[in-house]
């Protein structure tokens, strides 16, 4: 399997800022890299796919970039609503998909 | 717009079976072109891969749930159904179905039921 790890575990951040989201894979993965944005009680929520594509719908205030096997999730001008927690998935290998463990990113 | 709804039994004892079924609407699983996954997220854990299914009946598990996996498909009700067998309490989960997107060789979940809380106890 390819592991997924995030970095932070968890950060603090105010509304405005702007912030940083690590992933690295542990081989190389191209650019089948895709975040999500999970909620407490909710589905998790597509963000960006292929590394750096946002999905539709998504503020143009979320960013992805990266290849290979480092990548990084970046949010300006943090809103209220972006205070969730958020998760890596390589989708590199259609039999072995896998996850990181999340970031947690709470409102200081 | 694609919609997802998971359901099936809240508790479940240990050694039974797990039964789920995904309700799909707003497009045809038998329309082709779309892997249909199971996901799993354990009571504050991350989230883990159980497997895919397509439209054919063909379905791929994560070797990590060691066989105990049944997936399928019923076209007819435009439904996707998971089976987990020998259950205990690490199998205690929200249990979400997602639809699999493919774009360039990478693979991503664009559609994702509300997810449902299965809690396995005696």
């Known amino acids: 399997d390819i592991q997924m790890t995030q970095s932070p575990s968890s950060l603090s951040a105010s509304v405005g800022d702007r912030i940083t989201i690590t992933c690295r894979a542990s081989?190389?993965?191209?650019?089948?890299l895709n975040w999500y944005q999970q909620k407490p009680g909710e589905a998790p929520k597509l963000l960006i796919y292929?590394?750096?594509t946002l999905q539709s719908g998504v503020p143009s205030r979320f960013s992805g970039s990266g290849s290979g096997t480092e990548f990084v999730l970046s949010i300006s001008n943090l809103q209220p609503e972006d205070f969730a927690t958020y998760y890596c998935?390589?989708?590199?290998?259609?039999?072995?998909?896998?996850f990181g463990q999340g970031t947690r990113l709470d409102i200081k | 717009q694609v919609q997802l709804q998971e359901s099936g039994p809240g508790l479940v004892k240990p050694s039974q079976t797990l039964s789920l079924t995904c309700s799909v609407s707003?497009?045809?699983?038998?329309?082709?072109?779309?892997?249909w996954s199971w996901i799993r997220q354990r009571p504050g854990q991350g989230l883990e891969w159980i497997g895919f299914?397509?439209?054919?009946?063909?379905?791929y598990s994560n070797p990590s749930l060691k066989g105990r996996v049944t997936m399928s498909v019923d076209t007819s009700k435009n439904q996707l159904s998971l089976k987990v067998t020998s259950v205990t309490a690490a199998d205690s989960a929200v249990y979400y179905c997602?639809?699999?997107?493919?774009?360039?060789?990478?693979?991503?979940?664009?559609?994702w039921g509300l997810g449902t809380l299965v809690t396995v106890s005696s």
């Open positions: 998935q390589q989708g590199f290998l259609s039999t072995s998909i896998t």
């Open positions: 707003g497009g045809s699983i038998s329309s082709g072109g779309y892997y």
């Open positions: 299914t397509y439209h054919s009946g063909s379905t």
């Open positions: 292929a590394a750096s």
């Open positions: 081989q190389s993965i191209s650019n089948h």
């Open positions: 997602a639809r699999r997107e493919r774009s360039g060789g990478n693979y991503y979940f664009d559609y």
